[in-house]
């Protein structure tokens, strides 16, 4: 079954440091979002991307983060200059169609830590 | 403002036990209602949808869900709950035109032996 493939799985970086987070969403799908998790809690909407360009972000997503889908395959998140509020699981997940009535699918997720 | 509430951080049943995990949404319009599980550090895996039709949509691991219009309310169930349905339980809206998922703030359910 096609999944969400997410890289690293777990990362530690330095305060002021950038960070990559990689997703390969599924083959077939035309719409990619980056979702966090903070210590269990709330899943917040961080951004969508569709068509190569973002569609919707929160006010989560500042200057300090962007996206980009260098490739056919891969959807990345980079966070320019890491926080200690940054640290926090960041999820990946991509649609078939946006308008759908389609559910999302996620990836196991990347953990964040800033020290 | 779209949102969707679920009133209960901790949800405990017995095994065997019918079990229900509540969830209310905020949404102009008819949304599209959806329950997700996600198990301790792993990720968010699609249970069922409600998009229109039978109010009671049946979905994954014996789970359904009943939408309740006038209640603006889409209930978690399950008849007989196993051990193994200890997780963290999220409900989400889609808004009608599409966009995010926006989710609840999660409920823990323990079943216990």
């Known amino acids: 079954e096609p999944e969400v493939t997410q890289t690293p799985s777990h990362q530690v970086t330095q305060m002021g440091q950038e960070v990559i987070l990689r997703c390969v969403p599924i083959?077939?799908?035309?719409?990619f979002y980056w979702y966090r998790q903070i210590l269990g809690q709330k899943v917040e909407f961080l951004v969508s991307?569709?068509?190569?360009?973002?569609?919707?972000k929160s006010e989560i997503f500042d200057d300090q983060f962007s996206v980009e889908r260098p490739d056919g395959s891969n959807f990345t998140l980079k966070i320019r200059s890491t926080k200690l509020e940054d640290s926090a699981m960041y999820f990946c997940?991509?649609?078939?169609?946006?308008?759908?009535?389609?559910?999302?699918?996620f990836g196991e997720g990347s953990r964040l830590t800033v020290l | 403002a779209q949102s969707v509430a679920q009133p209960e951080d901790q949800v405990n049943v017995a095994e065997g036990n019918p079990l229900t995990v509540k969830c209310t949404y905020s949404?102009?319009?008819?949304?599209?209602l959806f329950w997700y599980v996600q198990y301790p550090n792993r990720g968010l895996q699609f249970l069922l949808k409600?998009?229109?039709?039978?109010?009671l949509v049946k979905g994954s691991y014996g789970f359904e869900a009943e939408f309740n219009k006038s209640q603006t309310s889409f209930h978690l169930k399950k008849p007989s709950a196993l051990v193994s349905d200890s997780a963290l339980y999220f409900c989400?809206?889609?808004?009608?035109?599409?966009?995010?998922?926006?989710f609840g703030q999660g409920t823990e359910l323990s079943v216990k032996p």
């Open positions: 989400a809206v889609r808004p009608p035109r599409g966009g995010k998922l926006i």
């Open positions: 083959s077939n799908h035309l719409y």
């Open positions: 949404v102009s319009g008819n949304p599209y």
């Open positions: 991307f569709y068509n190569n360009e973002i569609s919707e």
């Open positions: 409600y998009i229109t039709g039978d109010n």
């Open positions: 997940a991509s649609g078939f169609r946006d308008r759908d009535t389609g559910e999302l699918f």
